[in-house]
């Protein structure tokens, strides 16, 4: 049974830092291309970060320079540094995993609540 599972979320101050983690299990792991996406209350779902199955990164202009995505293939674990945090950060987390080998087979995680907040 395919599993990602996201920890980490929460309430922190704006200029915090969280570090996210999503636990996968049930597929190949290194063979798949990473993400994180988050989505606002009232607006589209949106890439934050990915990490090819090679260890190339991806971010969202919006926070380049800020997070930092990494793969741990040993632990089948993906996370998502967040540093220098903003109340525009505050969003509903998600983990995604895209086969590199099977087209169109891809996964997504139940999601993290983070906050920014005073």
């Known amino acids: 049974q395919v599993q990602l599972m996201e920890s980490g979320g929460g309430l922190v101050e704006p200029g915090g830092f969280l570090r996210l983690s999503c636990a996968a299990s049930g597929f190949t792991f290194r063979a798949y291309t990473m993400s994180w996406h988050r989505q606002a209350p009232g607006q589209e779902r949106e890439l934050v970060a990915e990490i090819t199955i090679s260890g190339t990164t991806n971010y969202a202009d919006s926070v380049k320079g800020r997070f930092t995505i990494s793969r741990d293939n040993a632990q089948s674990t993906v996370y998502l540094q967040m540093s220098r945090l903003k109340p525009e950060d505050t969003a509903e987390y998600y983990c995604?995993?895209?086969?590199?080998?099977?087209?169109?087979?891809?996964?997504w995680g139940q999601g993290t609540q983070v906050t920014v907040s005073s």
């Open positions: 995604n995993a895209i086969s590199a080998l099977v087209p169109g087979r891809k996964y």
